[in-house]
């Protein structure tokens, strides 16, 4: 349970015992020396420092953007090759900024069972110094997608460097915070001529 709740993959006591999380990164659990055919039981000392471990967590540590890419109406993905981050494409083509998360989504603010908290989840673009304020349209367990984006860099641009920002308004903080990021390149092909 505990390895789930992180975003661990392959969850398990090993991954507890060896895979550091966190700031400072620690293991979740220390491995427990017991005699080969013996039952190993968790001992208070252990759920001492569980308790204390899961304690010190951050919502970031809980949720975090596993991957993030711009995708067609269909949510197909553009760049080329595909998962380069690379991306080639026409002025004002309609874009959908797909979010892949890990761990468990917050709760938010005005969530409930019929909304998701879609409401409390904004996708930003950074690029060239502006910045695009996108709605979520859709937020599941592992997945958020923006509403739909006219891409409005100019053609025939150099390629420019892109922040795909997924924020999220957690029900215990005051504010919106930064669930993850991650960078693209987009190269704007240029009208034709005639």
């Known amino acids: 349970m505990a390895c789930n709740t992180v975003g661990l993959a392959s969850p398990g ?7 550091p999380v966190g ?12 005699p080969r055919g013996h039952a190993v039981y968790f001992g208070p000392v252990e759920s001492e420092a569980l308790v204390a471990r899961l304690a010190s967590l951050t ?3 809980l949720y975090m953007v596993a991957d993030a890419y711009l995708a067609d109406g269909s ?3 553009l760049d080329a090759p595909r998962g380069s981050t690379a991306y080639e494409l026409d002025h004002a083509t309609p874009l959908t900024v797909i979010f892949r998360t890990a761990g468990i989504p917050w709760k938010t603010v005005g969530q ?3 909304n998701r908290g879609i ?9 060239g110094g502006r910045v ?13 997608a923006s509403a739909s984006w ?13 922040k795909l920002e997924l924020w999220a308004h957690h029900r215990t903080a005051a504010k919106s915070q930064l669930v993850g990021s991650k960078r693209v390149t987009i190269s704007v092909r240029p009208l034709p001529s005639g």
């Open 119 to 127: 409401d409390d989840v904004e996708i930003r673009v950074r690029a």
């Open 23 to 34: 700031s400072p990164a620690a293991p979740l659990v220390r491995a427990a020396a017991v």
């Open 132 to 144: 695009v304020k996108l709605a979520c349209m859709e937020r599941a367990t592992r997945l958020v």
């Open 75 to 77: 949510w197909s993905r």
């Open 13 to 19: 006591i090993a991954t507890a015992e060896r895979t």
């Open 150 to 162: 006219f891409l409005d860099l100019p053609p025939g641009s150099a390629p420019t460097d892109v």
């Open 112 to 114: 409930n069972a019929t």
């Open 59 to 61: 919502p970031g540590d």
